[in-house]
């Protein structure tokens, strides 16, 4: 497959069961230099492992990391539900090879075996039901292919409506088998003085949190936590992050390291799942 000729997709667009993916995204210049590091960290791994052959991102946003995957003998596309994101995408890296196609992450519109490796960053999370997200990368995948997940450790992870189902390493390595016969599942984890930054930024979003003593938020409809949620999350990174982005913390992917030592404060879980099992 050429990704220079990538199928047109659904878009995605909420429902009313809230299963549809919503979700922030990583933005250079205003998310903490410490939250887009760690991003870049998990991409980083992940081209460690990619080999060539065809590459999907599923949840690629304004695709400045699945850009990242370009290289000699390898074909990558980058979807999304945002058309927003999906154009700035092409627009930005379409000329350096990168396919992007507008597709909601739970019906992707490819065929059986289209690819060689994906990788779902930061995205299962976003889901009440992930299950479905796994299904359809399986089904994308080649019978040798290999996915690549990223997402938040349940334990370590702080408030945030956007992420609907948090996962302990257990239920993520459970899930992932019943899709693929090959699974495992690493941490990646930071050096203290990243964990410090981490933890002082929690402990000043707990503050402003604690303002909200009726606990409104939880008692609201939640499309309208979720709308106040994204207008105020850049004005709380002014406020409660200021001066940590932009490249001034000196924090980097360097500061992040893939560990096989899981325990509550590893702050993000790193599954890679091979050979898909095919329906029978």
């Not at 739970?106 to 060689?116: H, N, Q, R, V, Y």
């Not at 257990?170 to 899930?175: I, N, V």
């Amino acid at each position: 497959m050429s990704a220079a000729h990538v199928p047109a997709g659904s878009a995605a667009t909420a429902d009313r069961k809230g299963r549809q993916l919503t979700g922030e995204r990583p933005q250079q210049g205003v998310t903490p230099d410490s939250l887009l590091a760690l991003h870049a960290a998990g991409y980083r791994t992940v081209i460690e492992r990619l080999g060539q052959g065809t590459v999907l991102d599923v949840g690629c946003g304004q695709g400045f990391e699945s850009a990242r995957f370009l290289a000699p003998g390898r074909q990558v596309v980058g979807v999304d539900y945002s058309a927003e994101a999906v154009e700035l995408a092409r627009r930005t890296y379409g000329s350096d090879g990168l396919g992007t196609a507008q597709m909601n992450a739970l019906a992707l519109g490819f065929g059986e075996g289209s690819f060689d490796w994906a990788c779902s960053s930061h995205l299962i999370e976003h889901f009440d039901q992930p299950e479905g997200h796994v299904s359809e990368l399986a089904r994308v995948l080649k019978d040798d292919g290999s996915v690549f997940f990223l997402t938040p450790n349940a334990p370590a992870d702080f408030e945030n409506p956007f992420h609907i189902h948090l996962f302990e390493p257990t239920e993520l390595r459970d899930m992932l088998s019943r899709h693929f016969h090959d699974v495992t599942v690493q941490g990646l984890d930071a050096v203290p003085h990243v964990k410090a930054d981490f933890t002082a930024r929690r402990v000043k979003a707990e503050k402003v949190l604690r303002l909200d003593f009726l606990d409104l938020r939880h008692k609201m409809p939640r499309s309208w936590y979720i709308g106040f949620y994204t207008r105020a999350l850049p004005v709380a990174y002014k406020l409660i992050a200021r001066g940590d982005s932009g490249g001034v913390t000196g924090i980097t992917a360097d500061d992040f390291f893939v560990t096989d030592d899981l325990d509550r404060t590893t702050m993000v879980l790193f599954a890679t799942a091979s050979r898909p099992r095919r329906p029978a």
